[in-house]
């Protein structure tokens, strides 16, 4: 069984739906949900499954990045986990944090990457007259968004589309390809998905 942790910085759809994934017949479980928010609706419902939370507050930290991740560290490395999984997670690590959990660190991005890496990623979809979007799973290295994508789901851009429709047609695929790839991820299959 491996032991998953997420981290996330608001609502955490994405760890539901992995969480409730994992909820069944499922070679991972989640053992920690952890924030650098410590108002971010997803801890509540983290905690509403029975699952442990953790919040660390990244604003005291101030451009202390180093000493952010280290008091972050703190209850990631309590919890032992196997993979982590950034779910809407807002702030970016240091190579030094993402080298710790080289290989075993997964992230969810809405844009086809490598199209789109950072914020604003549906208006500037818009903006370049795309005629399909949608998000990308892909393993964390140090350079932003840039790792190997382990599976990508698309929808088509439609007339009258602004960014907050386009968002929640994507956001509706992100809910399926972050279950299904992890569940490849753990069983060792690093071949991209690709989600109709
Ligand atoms: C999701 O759309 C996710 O892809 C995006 O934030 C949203 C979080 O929603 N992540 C990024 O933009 C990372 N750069 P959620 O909290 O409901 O899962």
Do not use: W
């Amino acid at each position: 069984m491996k032991r998953v942790a997420i981290l996330i910085s608001g609502g955490g759809s994405n760890m539901l739906a992995l969480a409730r994934d994992m909820a069944g017949d499922h070679p991972c479980r989640p053992v920690l949900v952890a924030s650098n928010d410590p108002q971010a609706g997803g801890l509540a419902r983290a905690a509403g499954m029975g699952i442990s939370t953790a919040a660390v507050d990244h604003r005291p930290f101030g451009k202390d990045r180093a000493g952010f991740e280290a008091a972050l560290l703190e209850p990631i490395l309590q919890a032992r986990p196997d993979i982590l999984c950034l779910a809407g997670f807002m702030r970016i690590l240091t190579p030094d944090f993402v080298r710790r959990f080289q290989g075993r660190m997964l992230n969810i991005h809405p844009s086809l990457l490598p199209k789109y890496p950072g914020l604003d990623t549906h208006a500037r979809a818009l903006a370049a007259g795309d005629a399909e979007a949608g998000c990308s799973v892909h393993e964390v290295t140090a350079e932003l968004d840039m790792g190997p994508v382990l599976g990508q789901a698309r929808v088509p851009v439609l007339p009258g589309d602004d960014a907050a429709s386009l968002a929640a047609r994507v956001l509706v695929q992100e809910h399926r390809l972050y279950p299904a790839v992890l569940r490849r991820f753990a069983a060792g299959n690093r071949d991209p998905l690709l989600l109709r």
